[in-house]
């Protein structure tokens, strides 16, 4: 198995032919290594109201909201050969991984900052901002996200 970033893609290589899951929305997670990944709706902030994409991420923290990590790739255009430098290939290059959170039946939503991860989880927003503040975390850190997330879900 191996996780296509460029093509948003879980492949499943047998022998010499390489098959991709037709229906991902089918399929509860997928295991690759140490690596959890799952496949749900997301919208790229909170207040957003159309249907949004699908794509697979990163299963950081589950529970009755789960802590998700996108990774984020972008091509760089080939280079031609210039005087005294030889010609680039076109190449991936690895753009910062992006958070959501899916609290339970709901998408995904992405945390831009504190306020979109308050808004998300305000059914106990006093809590967690208290629990922020008290322990120094902020929203930009996947360690002090999966602090945040596993103290509301323990809650």
Known sequence: ????IYGNQIHIKEKDQIYAIVHPEKV???IIDTLRFIYCNYRKSPGEETSGEDSYFILRTDGK??????KNIRIQDAELPKL????????FIHTGDTYYLKPENKPALRINNKKDLLSILAD???EIASFIISNKLGVKEVDDLVKIVSFYNHQ
């Not at 198995?1 to 296509?4: F, G």
């Not at 909201?65 to 996108?70: D, G, H, M, N, S």
């Not at 005294?84 to 190449?91: I, L, M, T």
């Open 1 to 4: 198995l191996r996780y296509d």
């Open 28 to 30: 509860a997670s997928i």
């Open 65 to 70: 909201c789960k802590l998700l990590i996108k």
């Open 84 to 91: 005294y430098q030889d010609a680039k290939p076109a190449k």
């Open 124 to 126: 106990k927003k006093d």
